[in-house]
């Protein structure tokens, strides 16, 4: 069975500072990951993805993220925070072997950007 | 405009009067899935279809039903809500294998 865990359901940053938001990941095999963010009264939108190939990914709005498997994460990160910024962020996996695509998510991280 | 729809965006209902929220997307995708998302808890999955007529339940599918007569649509039905449906919805859909859910605006659901 698969889960994830983002640690910090809310996150304060400051404009202009560095954003990091913590995903960890329990699989057997590395799954697929995945980051969305969700905006006030919106869905959620897919930031950036891993699947294989390079394991440092960059996403929309200038976010990255880095899939490390021997540190079973896959940790968001921008260098200079928006207040545009300010959202729900989801951390997802999906299993290799699931075709039908059924996505396992994290509890969320709250981001708060401060003036 | 590719996208998933879902009406209404916000209902308040009493304990056991049936409702149903519906959804519907126009980018001929196979797979569609229903989701509550609850603070602390991120999104669960309530149920998924493959395709028209195939459906399966996902993590959380007591208290609900789905149907899928029609690719594009697969409306979520409560047959007797309780206030502990009260949650937020979301409706998603993608190519099988797709790397990618397109996700729905949201339906805000209280049950009184």
């Known amino acids: 069975a698969q889960s994830v865990t983002q640690l910090g359901s809310h996150v304060s940053v400051s404009e202009g500072a560095l954003v990091l938001l913590r995903c960890n990941y329990s699989?057997?095999?590395?799954?697929?990951l995945f980051w969305y963010v969700q905006y006030p009264n919106q869905g959620l939108q897919l930031l950036l993805k891993?699947?294989?190939?390079?394991?440092l990914v960059k996403g929309i709005n200038g976010f990255e993220a880095e899939f490390k498997k021997s540190e079973t994460s896959f940790h968001l990160t921008k260098p200079s925070a928006h207040m545009s910024d300010a959202a729900e962020y989801f951390c997802?996996?999906?299993?290799?072997?699931?075709?039908?695509?059924?996505?396992?998510f994290g509890a969320g991280t709250q981001v708060v950007v401060t003036p | 405009e590719a996208q998933v729809t879902q009406n209404p965006r916000y209902l308040i209902t009493v304990t056991g009067k049936k409702l149903t929220v519906t959804c519907s997307q126009n980018?001929?995708?196979?797979?569609m899935s229903w989701y509550r998302q609850d603070p602390g808890l991120g999104l669960r999955q309530i149920y998924y279809?493959?395709?028209?007529?195939?459906?399966d339940k996902g993590d959380v599918p007591e208290g609900y039903k789905v149907s899928r007569k029609e690719k594009r649509n697969f409306p979520l039905i409560l047959e007797s809500p309780s206030p502990n449906q009260t949650s937020l919805y979301f409706c998603?859909?993608?190519?099988?294998?797709?790397?990618?859910?397109?996700f729905g605006p949201g339906t805000r659901l209280t049950v009184t």
């Open positions: 998603a859909s993608s190519r099988p294998g797709g790397n990618e859910q397109y």
């Open positions: 699989s057997s095999v590395p799954p697929y």
């Open positions: 891993y699947t294989t190939g390079a394991t």
């Open positions: 997802a996996v999906r299993s290799t072997t699931d075709s039908w695509g059924k996505l396992q």
């Open positions: 980018m001929n995708h196979e797979y």
């Open positions: 279809s493959m395709n028209v007529e195939v459906t």
